[in-house]
Structures are given as C-alpha cells and as structure tokens.
C-alpha cells in the first residue's frame, strides 16, 4: 500500500492544492517547534539565573496559540480536501463507468462499486485530515529538527539519526501484514454489501419458497466474517502503535540518559542539554503519528484503489464520438441538416468481406465449468421506413443481439450507424431503446418518461404515453423504488413511452425494443403494433424483438436467429 499513490494526485485536482498548502503548514509548524524549545529554555534557565522571564513568557504564550491555530488550519484543509477530493473521484468513476459502457459493468458486483463510491470514498477524511498532515509534517519536520539537534550537540543528532530509521523499518513490515487483513476486510464488507442488495431485492421471492430466513442466516455469516476481519485490523492497529510508541520512546530515553551523563560530567552546558532534550521527542512525534494515522486511513486508501482500478481501465478506453449536430434537447440543429451531417437512423450490421456477416456476440457464459458456445452470427440492414423483426426461439441470441448494439457485450464483426462504427458512438446519440425490464426509477412517470431530458416537454410525455398505450396513466403519479406502484403491464408500456419520447424527440434515432408487449393483452398488443406502424410510415427506424407472431404483421422483414446446440467445450 503506498503512502501516496501518483494517480491521487492525477486524477483529484483538490489533492494537489492540499499538498501545497499541507507543506507550507508543515514549515511553520517547524519554526513554532523550534522557536517553542529555544523560548522554554530560555525561560528556565533565565528563571534558574535570575534574569527576568517576561519576554520569553509571552512569546511561549504566543506560539502556543500559532501551534493550536495551525493544527486547527491542517484539520480544516484535510476536511476540505477530503470532501473535494471525494466529490471529485466520484464524478471521474461515473464518467469512466460511462465510459467502459454498460458490458463492462454488466461483469461487475455493482454493489461493491456502489460501497467503493460511498462508504468508501467517504474514509478519505481520516486519510487526508490526519494521516497525510503527519506524513507531509515528517518529511519536513524530522530532518530540520535532527539536523538542528546535530548543529547544538552532535552525539545526540547521531543517537537520532541512527534510531530514526528503525521506526520506519517496523512500519513497512507491520504495514505489509496490514495490507493483507485490510484488504479482506474490505472485500468482506463488499460482499455484506452485495449480499444484502440482492437479499432486499428478492426478498418477496426468498419468502414465497421460504427461503428467506436461510438468506437472513448468510447475511449473518457475512457480517460475522466482516466482524473478524475488522478486528484482526485493530489488533495489527494497535500492534503498530505499541511498536512505534516503544521504539520511539526508547531513543528518546537513550538521548535523555546521555545528555544527563553529560550535564553530571560538566560536559554539557543547561541550556544545550535542555534545547536538545525539547527537540527530541518533536523530532519523532510525527513519524509516530503516520504510524498510527495510517491504520485509521487504510480503509480509505483501499477504496481509491479501487476506483484507481476503473479510472485506469477507463482513460485506456477511448471515448465514444457524440453527434455534434445535436442541440440541448437532442434533436438535430436544421442549420446542420446538410449533407455532411451523420445520418443516424440507418443501421447495418455486417462484417466486411465476401462473407457479409454481422455481430457475432460473445457471451462468456461459464456453465459447470464448459463454456457455451458463442451466439450465431446474424447481418442484416435496418432503413429508414422499416420495421425490422428479430425472432427466434427462447436463447437464439435476439436480447443478446440487442445488448451488443447498444455495447452491453462485447461482440467480433461490424456494426454501423449511418456509416459510422456504432462500437464508436454513445448509445444516447443514435439510439432509443426499451429493454425487457422496465428499468424504472423513484419519481413521477413522467419524469420517468423524459429521463435523460433536461427541459421536459409535458404534452411531448402526455403523446408518448398515449403511443404506448398507456395513456389511462396519471403522468404526475408518483413511483416508488424501482418503480414500484404500477403493474408489470403498466411499467413495460411507461418504459415504451421513455423509449418513444426519446425518438420522438430526435427522429433519426433507431427506435429499439426488446419484447415490448410480453406483458400486454391481445387488444393492447394491436393498438401497439399500429402505433408502431405508423411512427415507422412517419419515416423511422424500428429494431423489434419479439416471440409474438403478430408482430410479423408490421415487419418490413424478419430476421430470423437458431439457437445453436447447447454443447459446450472446456473452458
């Protein structure tokens, strides 16, 4: 685990100025420390002499308050960074999440990332209000004051410089021991994490077939797991203080004892011996302090780790290409309707050659321990005016097809928008998509319905809902989690709506839907099929998936996916 890990400094730009700032608070913590010891020596001995005092009083009164005022300033600034920086890492994780693109997060526990981005961003407060300050005022303070002691008594300079290094040595090792507990530690509150999502999450279903109170019983287990791991880390924790305590209280003894021959031998002057017998505790107090801070920080420190992790793999990804001719409301600019404007709404999948095949999706599914075998490949050209139907039986790939359009998965072969490589696009520019889960969030339908949009259009939502079918629902009815409140008839036709909203608003999207009736009756089915009918006479692109043979009523043509054997090959 580093100290300070470079892409801290890369990735927050609040951490830069706290470092500059930490520095300058480092050296005048310094000058107090030194001033401090040269005016409380000088008030003693003065005291022991008979001189007058006053001066030296109040000039310790007043360095006293600059030391308290200055730790107080490294409090403040390490609260602020943290939170700056907090604020700034989770901004960088949500642009690289949208960045690596929804198959990259399909393949990931999204509620470790969700606990990494809260919880664990929110431990850099220990990290940067106390554990940096002490590791910026060590890299300043110790050698001053050790050089400092050296100038006014050189055997005691050596007794520190000798000394000194053993307490980083016990540090490193006791630090590598506790980069292992920490680590599980961290992985084991994940797991509690994730575990009690999908446990909420299914909880209806777990009571129905009674097993909810076996559910209950894991989630206990993992918190017990948690327990341990959390007190295996305080044990090391304190293990580290005791280590850095003995060490450094043993040098200073060892100073003390030396300086207190000398005086007896007459070798040592008072003010010499007593100057240096001040310094050399404040010479070891800050590396003691890292010692200790860097336990209480290293939950913070693993979390960055983690976003480190997802940061790295996003800048290594290139960014999708957005449609410039785009306006705030996504529809395209009519002052950049010319010729040289990207046409969105016509849609080739095929694999360059004189075999034209399309996408051929990659799954990666792992099934006692064989792999099955990847999706058929499938090419095919979407046009403007046209329906195209995607059917097949149950596991043919037709979701799959979709997930790979919209960059859900990974697939070999070539996929283009209006000429452009789709892989090489944002999803929101080309693309209006409703998938076989409503995806439905807290808030009103409509809201719901113009998600993504940031002037909704209230007759644009009223005409949407009417298109889908839905058009008995209360636009300003509120949805609980999830979107939780209708029926499964109900979401699926708001989440038609969101998808139709959103092409209505830029026609030259491909409108792509994924079962779109599954949960519709026979009657709501056909006023769908002819909504979709005429939204496509009107000059659109539709992309449908459906197992409905009806739907072959409206399709300009049929693409037609076979599910290939079942077998597998070793993975």
Known sequence: MKPVDPRLLRYARAARGFFALSTVIGVLQTAVVIAFAWFLTDAV?????????????????????????????????????????????????????????????????????????????????????????????????????????????????????????????????????????????????????????????????????????????????????YRRETMKVLRFSFLSGFAMELLASLAVALIAVTVGFRLLAGDMSLEVGLFVLLLAPEAFLPIRQVGVQFHAASEGVAATEDVFEVLDAGAARPAPVHNSAKNGRGAADPADSGPESPDFAELRTARTGADLRGPEVRTGLIVNDLRVRDLPPVSFAATHGSITLIEGPSGAGKSSLLAALRGAVDFEGETEVGGN???????????????????????????????????????????????????????????????????????????????????????????????????????????????????????????????RRTARTIADQVVTLMARPQDGVPA
């Open 45 to 225: 001995t003065g005291a022991l002499a008979g001189r007058s005092v006053a001066a030296s009083l109040v000039w310790l009164l007043a360095l006293a308050v600059a030391r308290g005022l200055l730790i107080a300033a490294s409090d403040a600034a390490g609260t602020t960074a943290a939170a700056r920086t907090g604020a700034q890492l989770r901004r960088a994780l949500i642009d690289a999440v949208s960045k690596l693109g929804p198959g990259w997060l399909a393949g990931r526990n999204q509620a470790s990332l969700a606990v990494t981005a809260g919880h664990g961003l929110e431990s850099l407060d220990a990290y940067f209000a106390r554990y940096l300050p002490q590791l910026v005022l060590t890299v300043i303070a110790t050698p001053v004051l050790v050089t400092v002691m050296w100038w006014r008594d050189w055997p005691s300079g050596l007794i520190a410089t000798i000394t000194l290094p053993l307490i980083p040595l016990f540090l490193i090792l006791i630090g590598i021991a506790t980069r292992t507990v920490q680590r599980k530690q961290w992985q084991a509150l994940q797991r509690l994490a994730a575990r009690f999502a999908d446990t909420v999450q299914g909880l209806s279903t777990l009571r129905l077939f009674g097993r909810d109170r076996r559910a209950a019983a894991q989630i206990e287990v993992t918190a017990e797991q």
């Open 421 to 547: 490589d789709a892989r090489t696009l944002a999803p929101s520019d080309w693309l209006a998509w409703a998938g076989q889960t409503p995806g439905l969030m807290q808030g009103t339908i409509a809201a719901n319905v113009a998600l993504g949009d940031s002037t909704p259009d209230a007759d644009g939502v009223r005409r949407a809902l009417d298109s889908a079918c839905a058009g008995d629902l209360d636009p300003d009815q509120e949805l609980g989690v999830q979107g939780s409140g209708l029926s499964g008839g109900q979401a699926q036709r708001v989440a038609v709506a969101r998808a139709l909203y959103r092409h209505a608003a830029d026609p030259t999207r491909v409108l792509m839907l994924d079962e779109p009736s599954s949960a519709l009756d026979a009657d709501t089915e056909a006023r769908l099929w002819h909504s979709l009918r005429e939204r496509a006479d009107a000059g659109a692109t539709i992309l449908l998936v459906s197992h």
